[in-house]
């Protein structure tokens, strides 16, 4: 598998002083901040948008290349990930990572008669997130099939093909859930078929449930209460990166 990445969410954060929480948690050992954005409309809850990412930026150095130490991991939660695109880059978002649900549905919004079409639009979402220079991930809702992905996986088009898939271990919305171990078997398949794929996990990862998701193959590893809600967070991520490196 590719290398573990510890990205904790700053959800679990305190929001009175931001800033100062993303450069503390990369200075205990973290890889990239997992930066929750809610609408209200796509999950019941609501967070912050591109300007509060404008402002955090300047506290975290961004990645010498790549997808390494720094990298602003943006989980878009939200009906219209495509519209958002360009100020996310603006504000400084390295790896744009919206919901297969969203896409799909915003198409179907868009041509109710669509069919093929409907189909190719996350590779659409995909290309534009390309073209605006920033890495693209794709997260699935524990109700998706974990299959819609291999169309997309597959594509012979590089621009089309995600650096990383989400795959969420919680219903989307809120932090300090409990972990959902049935995801696994998403995360087993899409590991045997795609070696060197990031795997993303997120909702519910700790000290008790990391071994679970790391024997699965997950090598991106969000944890939020886990690691905010800890009074050794350093400790805390220590042991996610050990347990994922194995
Ligand atoms: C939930 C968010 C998660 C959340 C995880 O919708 O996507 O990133 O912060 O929180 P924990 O780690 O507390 O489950
Ligand atoms: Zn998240």
Not at 57 to 75: I, K, M, N, S
Not at 95 to 112: D, G, K, M, R, V
Not at 127 to 138: E, F, K, L, S, V
Not at 177 to 204: A, T
Request: negative net charge; charged residues 25%; contains cysteine.
């Amino acid at each position: 598998s590719p290398p573990a990445i510890i990205a904790p969410s700053i959800l679990s954060a305190d929001f009175g002083a931001l800033g100062q929480a993303c450069s503390d948690t990369i200075a205990q050992g973290a890889d990239w901040l997992h930066v929750d954005i809610m609408d209200g409309h796509f999950v019941p809850n609501m967070t912050f948008g591109a300007p509060v990412v404008t402002k955090i930026r300047p506290h975290v150095e961004r990645p010498a290349q790549g997808l390494g130490r720094g990298t602003f991991d943006c989980h878009m939660m939200i009906a219209e990930p495509k519209k958002w695109v360009k100020d996310f880059k603006k504000a400084g978002c390295d790896l744009y990572c919206f919901h297969y649900e969203a896409a799909i549905s915003s198409t179907a919004a868009e041509s109710p008669e669509a069919t093929s079409e409907k189909k190719t639009s996350p590779k659409e979402m995909i290309r534009y997130i390309h073209d605006q220079g920033m890495r693209a991930g794709i997260a699935i809702k524990p109700k998706t099939d974990v299959r819609v992905l291999d169309e997309i996986l597959e594509s012979e088009i590089k621009e089309e093909v995600p650096d990383m898939v989400l795959i969420m271990t919680v219903e989307p919305g809120f932090g300090g859930q409990k972990f959902m171990p049935d995801m696994m078997s998403k995360v087993q398949m899409l590991r045997q078929k795609y070696p060197e794929l990031n795997i993303e996990v997120d909702g519910g990862l700790s000290e008790a449930t990391i071994d679970t998701a790391a024997d699965a193959g997950a090598n991106v590893i969000v944890a939020g209460s886990a690691v905010f809600g800890a009074k050794d967070p350093r400790e805390v991520i220590g042991k996610l990166r050990q347990a994922v490196e194995g």
